[in-house]
Nanobody, 124 residues
């Protein structure tokens, strides 16, 4: 069982930056691929970024490449999402999730554990 708690969301102006964190409980954090997903109002939840078990492999959706960076610290049981050059269309609730396997493109149905989400709002 893995519990995930996101933090770091907030209100930021376009062009600004935020760093999201996701703290995981349990001693098996390194056994999971960690992903970030987001859901904007009226839209389906979509993939943002994923990082492999050791952090050596990352994968991003096209709209976030070059602006977002996913990383993890297995010693701290934490995954991060550094978001730069934010745009109003990045406004959404951001969720972290854990999966035992790395699928590309990532499949949401392979993610067993989800956090409660953190709101990111980008004003124009």
């Amino acid at each position: 069982q893995v519990q995930l708690v996101e933090s770091g969301g907030g209100l930021v102006q376009a062009g600004g930056s935020l760093r999201l964190s996701c703290a995981a409980s349990g001693r098996t954090f390194s056994s999971y691929v960690m992903g970030w997903f987001r859901q904007a109002p009226g839209k389906e939840r979509e993939f943002v970024a994923v990082v492999s078990w050791s952090g050596g492999t990352t994968y991003y959706t096209d709209s976030t490449k070059g602006r977002f960076t996913i990383s993890r610290d297995n010693a701290k049981n934490t995954v991060y999402l550094q978001m730069n050059s934010l745009k109003p269309e990045d406004t959404a609730v951001y969720y972290c999730a854990a999966s035992p396997e790395l699928t590309t493109p990532p499949r949401q149905d392979r993610y067993n554990y989800w956090g409660q989400g953190t709101q990111v709002t980008v004003s124009s």
